[in-house]
Nanobody, 121 residues
Framework: QVQLVESGGDLVQPGGSLRLSCTAS????????MGWYRQAPGKQRELVAD???????NYAESVEDRFTVSRDNDKNTVTLQMNSLKPEDTAVYFC???????????????WGQGTQVTVSS
């Protein structure tokens, strides 16, 4: 009912920048928080950054000085600007949102397919 599509993943050099975008589509009544998670090889999926419908943000300590999350509520999009990238940022990045597809639906968590970010020289 709600689909998320990410874009922007790529191979970049250490110190480089990358911008990820995610757009929600389908049957959408309301969206609460939107955010980005990542999963590196051999590790559990972790929160990178999220942003509430009111614009409040949260960041993992490892990225808060380098990454910026933002959203456009009218377009149902969330973006992640990543600067000063490090090899340890290498992971599959997943878009996530909590949404209702109709007035009487419960809140559900939706995930995108993921986009690969590789930081290597």
């Amino acid at each position: 009912q709600v689909q998320l599509v990410e874009s922007g993943g790529d191979l970049v050099q250490p110190g480089g920048s990358l911008r990820l975008s995610c757009t929600a589509s389908g049957s959408i009544f309301s969206i609460r928080a939107m955010g980005w998670y990542r999963q590196a090889p051999g590790k559990q999926r972790e929160l990178v950054a999220d942003i509430s419908s009111g614009g409040y943000t949260n960041y993992a300590e490892s990225v808060e000085d380098r990454f910026t999350v933002s959203r456009d509520n009218d377009k149902n999009t969330v973006t992640l600007q990543m600067n000063s990238l490090k090899p340890e940022d290498t992971a599959v990045y997943f878009c996530n949102c909590a949404a209702k597809s109709s007035y009487r639906d419960t809140w559900r968590s939706y995930w995108g397919q993921g986009t690969q970010v590789t930081v290597s020289s």
